[in-house]
Each structure stands twice: as structure tokens, then as C-alpha cells.
């Protein structure tokens, strides 16, 4: 099971995104992570919570508020490990160069 949430605005897409991920923590909660298009490029950042906490959008927002990201456009995924590891490799959101995946 996953949760998505995006924000498209004049805000700052975290606070909207963050939220989000906390409202859909129960959809999935070994692992969360954002995607942002900032400065014309896509940025992921994405981590899995700890084996015995599910610290996993906790960690993601100070990792947020920490490197000061800003951007008008976010996506959020938390993802509950159904197939798989628990890794941070295995968090989504995935992508390369070309495309953007959202799985679920």
C-alpha cells in the first residue's frame, strides 16, 4: 500500500507535502520520500524509517528544512514495503534522467 500527495502553487511545496504525508502515513509507513523540480531539474530525496520506528516523514522533513528546499511543485510517496526490502533504494519515489515512476 502507498500514499501519494502533490502540491502545484505559489507556496513552498513542503509544508502542503509534509502534511499530506503525515495524513497518509497509515498508507504507508516503512519508507517516505519527495520529488521537486527545482531549477529546471528533478531532485528526489527519499529515505526508509529505522527497523524499529516509523520515523521515515520525519526524518524526510528535517532533511527538508534542514538543506532549505524550495519549490512551487512537490510529490510525496510513502510506501509500505510489500515486495521488496525496507531500503532506502527501495523507496519511492523512483526515477532517471527521462521519466518520473510513481508505483504503487
Known amino acids: 500500500m502507498c500514499g501519494i ?3 502545484l502553487g505559489i507556496d513552498n ?3 502542503y507535502v509534509i502534511q499530506g504525508l503525515k ?3 497509515n ?3 516503512d519508507s ?3 520529488s521537486i523540480i527545482y531549477n ?3 531532485h528526489t530525496i527519499k529515505n526508509a524509517s529505522s527497523q524499529y520506528t516509523n520515523d521515515s516523514i520525519d526524518c524526510l522533513e528535517e532533511n527538508i528544512n534542514k538543506n532549505k528546499i524550495h519549490s512551487c511543485i ?3 510517496h510513502t510506501r509500505w514495503a510489500t515486495h521488496g526490502g525496507k531500503t532506502n533504494e527501495n523507496a519511492h519515489p523512483h526515477h532517471d534522467s527521462r ?3 510513481i508505483s504503487t
Request: a positive charge.
Open 5 to 7: 500527495v502533490a502540491y
Open 13 to 15: 511545496f513542503s509544508k
Open 23 to 25: 495524513l497518509l502515513q
Open 27 to 29: 498508507r504507508g509507513y
Open 32 to 34: 517516505a520520500g519527495i
Open 40 to 42: 529546471g531539474s528533478l
Open 74 to 76: 512537490g510529490i510525496g
Open 99 to 101: 521519466s518520473h515512476i
